[in-house]
């Protein structure tokens, strides 16, 4: 099983980004896909979800900002990211999740900065 980040950089604040997480090894249409990020300092924290019947789920810090999607046919989720700010720098991770079968991507590093 591979999850594989890509799109991450540095951007200056109201700035946007879009993440890209490619799955390979699993049936991605049968797994809850989330986004989690990590500042330093700070634990790991949820920050999108879509789960595999259409449900999707924000932490409150990024609703309205930011936007999680995917394409099952291409085996990718993404999270796009607008207006972004400075305490959005993280690293931010994909994970997938089914049935207790949970597995991380390597993780893409955002820097919001001016």
């Known amino acids: 099983v591979q999850l594989v980040e890509s799109g991450g950089g540095l951007v200056q604040p109201g700035g946007s980004l879009r993440l890209s997480c490619a799955a390979s090894?699993?049936?991605?249409?049968?797994?809850?896909m989330r986004w989690f990020r990590q500042a330093p300092g700070k634990q790991r924290a949820l920050v999108a979800a879509?789960?595999?019947?259409?449900?999707?789920d924000y932490a409150d810090s990024v609703k309205g900002r930011f936007t999680i999607s995917r394409d099952n046919a291409k085996n990718t989720v993404y999270l796009q990211m607008n207006s972004l700010k400075p305490e959005d720098t993280a690293v931010y991770y994909c994970n997938a999740d089914m049935s207790g079968m949970n597995y991380w991507g390597q993780g893409t590093q955002v820097t919001v900065s001016s």
């Open positions: 090894g699993i049936i991605f249409r049968m797994y809850t």
């Open positions: 879509y789960n595999s019947e259409g449900r999707i």
